[in-house]
């Protein structure tokens, strides 16, 4: 691993004490004078590829993109399958992960997440299905797909068990799939009735297939928190990243990244660390 060290100047440009402390500490990264990004574009508006200009977009670029300006640092975008993201991260591909990943408990224990956004898994179907679906709880027994690592197992499972199996109905079915570009290609092939994701990206899948997608209901939860994955041997790097998180927080860049792609709901109040119990 290299090592740069963050200029003074820079740092004092930071404006923010707890940020500008870190002038004279070393920051450990991957490859010198870069910010590599471990990112699975295909979760809009989160991140995706533009079609128009065939370069990785969304909220979570745009995030890493104003954090590494404030290192000083060159951003770099390494694409990586979801399931693929921890492991690259341990074994030096990158120097974060910023895509979309919930902080849970279990991810603490092999890497440290500063927290950045929140979210709730979020049912819907297909237009032409949604006479199907008057009230959330006709998804009790109906088949669900979900990306099957990460939170929306435990989440949906929970959901199912308080307001389908303690009133008597049929379980929801849980599908468990790679990501959900795949839920939806299953639920339009028939495979599956209704998919399960994330409250931040409805209102895209919205705007792009007005025609295609309703939403059933609100959240199922709201308690699914984003972060920003680090290494646990890396805290500078990590406490220097939540320490501008805050700043962008303080100063309004945070907000106008949010305005961008319709994330207002989604704002926290402070980037912590592990801050998911």
Do not use: H
């Amino acid at each position: 691993m290299k090592i740069t060290k963050l200029g003074l100047t820079a740092m004092i440009a930071m404006a923010l004490t707890t940020v500008a402390g870190y002038a004279e500490t070393a920051i450990s990264v991957v490859s010198e004078g870069e910010f590599r990004v471990l990112n699975n574009p295909i979760y809009p508006p989160m991140e995706f590829v533009n079609e128009k200009t065939g370069e990785i977009d969304g909220f979570d670029v745009d995030l890493a993109k104003a954090i590494a300006k404030r290192l000083n640092l060159k951003p770099v975008f390494v694409k990586t399958s979801f399931s693929d993201l921890q492991n690259s991260l341990q074994t030096g591909r990158g120097d974060v992960i910023i895509s979309g990943m919930s902080d849970t408990i279990a991810r603490q224990g092999t890497m440290d997440m500063v927290d950045y956004i929140v979210s709730g898994p979020t049912f819907f179907t297909l237009k032409a299905n949604k006479d199907q679906f008057p009230a959330q709880t006709d998804v009790c027994g109906k088949s669900v797909a979900g990306a099957r690592t990460g939170t929306m197992p435990r989440d949906v499972g929970k959901w199912s068990d308080e307001n389908c199996v303690a009133s008597g109905k049929d379980a929801v079915k849980f599908e468990g799939v790679a990501d959900s570009n795949a839920a939806r290609l299953g639920m339009k092939q028939g495979r599956y009735e209704v998919v399960v994701q994330g409250s931040e990206t409805l209102s895209w899948l919205v705007q792009i297939e007005p025609e295609s997608y309703t939403i059933i209901g609100d959240p199922i939860l709201n308690n699914d928190v984003f972060g920003i994955g680090f290494k646990k041997d890396n805290p500078q790097l990590r406490d220097a990243v939540a320490a501008i998180v805050n700043q962008m927080i303080e100063d309004g860049e945070y907000a106008n990244l949010l305005d961008k792609w319709n994330l207002k709901t989604n704002a926290i109040e402070k980037a912590v660390v592990n801050g998911v119990k």
